[in-house]
Each structure stands twice: as structure tokens, then as C-alpha cells.
């Protein structure tokens, strides 16, 4: 069974960068597939941030293209998100997920709020 | 862009009725080549992840109920519960997965029980 967890701080200031991992099992990120970030502000709908696929090719939401870096480490099945010069208006639930070109966003992390407050 | 929308807000329906949620694209998400829809719905439960249902519009993931159906193509989809059971309370999204520049999801169409 594929499994997600994401993982790192829940409270991140103005200005600074968001960082997150997604740790994988029950599957090799190497063997194919995307690999994604999806968002979801508190009580509101979900907004795509970006993917990567296991061969490293990134693909990004154009509003949020010149702020997001998402990275990928086949040796520790893991992918990353990095989102720089966050304000209030980042603070979310983020998921990450697993993107099938024919399902779609089938398997999903629990999710884990990040708060941008000083 | 292509914008999703969804219709209703939300809706309150009987134990064992039929809930039906609608949901259009901006522009066609049918891929001609393969005649599919790239179109996926999705379940989301308070304090869970969004649950894969449905993808190419009308396939049932594995192992989801088969009250949840889904339809339509082109712009136009539809996903019906054809008998609302009590764990079938949730918000309930559509997303198109045509556009790999860019994947957009609908706002949202909450279900309770009447």
C-alpha cells in the first residue's frame, strides 16, 4: 500500500521560506509516476502548487512559479517543497500527493497545517 | 486557465435519496486521441485528505461504493450518489486534469444529511 507523510515546521514567519518533505513507502519514487503539492487554506477549496516527476522535471502553478521549488531524493524516497517569501495568505494544510496520468491525484498524505505568523 | 465550477454550494438530502453534483469546465477537458475525459472527483471528509472517487469521469476507483457514478464529457459533468448513506457526508470537489500546465480544482459542493 502507498503511503505519504508529510513532514516539517508548523509555524514559519513572514518572509522566511516554507519547507516541507513527503516521505513515500510502499512505492519507489524511481519507478515513475508525479509527485505533488496540493493546498488547502483553512475552510477553503484545494489549489494545486506543483509536481515532479521521479526523473526530476518539475512543472509549477504559474501564480506560484517564482516562489516554489520542488526537489526529489530517489536514495531516501522523498520529494520536497520549498516556498519562499510566504505571508499569511500561505497558511494551509498541505498535502502531498500522487499524480497518475490517468487517475489523476490518487494516493494522499494526511496533510500538515503551516502557519505563517510572526 | 481552465476554471471548474460546481453547482450547488452545497445540498441536504435524505438518508437513501439521490444527491447530484454538478460541475463545468471553462473550456473541453475530452482528449480527442483517447476519447477521455480528464476529469476526477474527489471526497473530503473534516480533518481528512480528499479521497479519489472517480477519474476519467464515469471510472470508479478501486474499491469505492457503486452509488457514486459519474458522468459527462466535454464541459458538462455530473456526480450522483444514488442512495446517500451517512458516511457519504462531505465536501465534494471536481478537477481537471487536461491542462498538466496547470490542474485546477472546483470550489466545492458540501452534502449533509436533511
Known amino acids: 500500500q502507498v503511503q505519504l507523510q508529510e513532514s516539517g515546521p508548523g509555524l514559519v514567519k513572514p518572509s522566511e521560506t516554507l519547507s516541507l518533505t513527503c516521505a513515500v513507502s510502499g512505492y519507489s519514487i524511481s519507478s515513475g509516476y508525479y509527485w505533488g503539492w496540493i493546498r488547502q487554506p483553512p475552510g477553503k477549496g484545494l489549489e494545486w502548487i506543483g509536481s515532479i516527476y521521479h526523473s526530476g522535471s518539475t512543472y509549477y502553478n504559474p501564480s506560484l512559479k517564482s516562489r516554489v521549488t520542488i526537489s526529489v531524493d530517489t536514495s531516501k524516497n522523498q520529494f520536497s517543497l520549498k516556498l519562499s517569501s510566504v505571508t499569511a495568505a500561505d497558511t494551509a494544510v498541505y498535502y502531498c500527493a500522487r499524480r497518475s496520468l490517468e487517475t489523476s491525484f490518487d494516493y494522499w498524505g494526511q496533510g500538515t497545517l503551516v502557519t505563517v505568523s510572526s | 486557465d481552465i476554471v471548474m465550477t460546481q453547482s450547488p454550494d452545497s445540498l441536504a438530502v435524505s438518508l437513501g435519496e439521490r444527491a447530484t453534483i454538478n460541475c463545468k469546465s471553462s473550456?473541453?477537458?475530452?482528449?480527442?486521441?483517447?476519447?477521455?475525459?480528464?476529469l476526477a472527483w474527489y471526497q473530503q471528509k473534516p480533518g481528512q485528505p480528499p479521497k479519489l472517487l472517480i477519474y476519467?469521469?464515469?471510472t470508479r476507483e478501486s474499491g469505492v461504493p457503486d452509488r457514486f457514478s459519474g458522468s459527462g464529457s466535454g464541459t458538462d459533468f455530473t456526480l450522483t450518489i444514488s442512495s446517500l448513506q451517512a458516511e457519504d457526508v462531505a465536501v465534494y470537489y471536481c478537477q481537471q486534469y487536461y491542462s498538466t500546465l496547470l490542474f485546477t480544482f472546483g470550489p466545492g459542493t458540501k452534502v449533509d444529511i436533511k
Open positions: 476519467w469521469a464515469s
Open positions: 473550456q473541453s477537458v475530452l482528449y480527442s486521441s483517447n476519447n477521455k475525459n480528464y
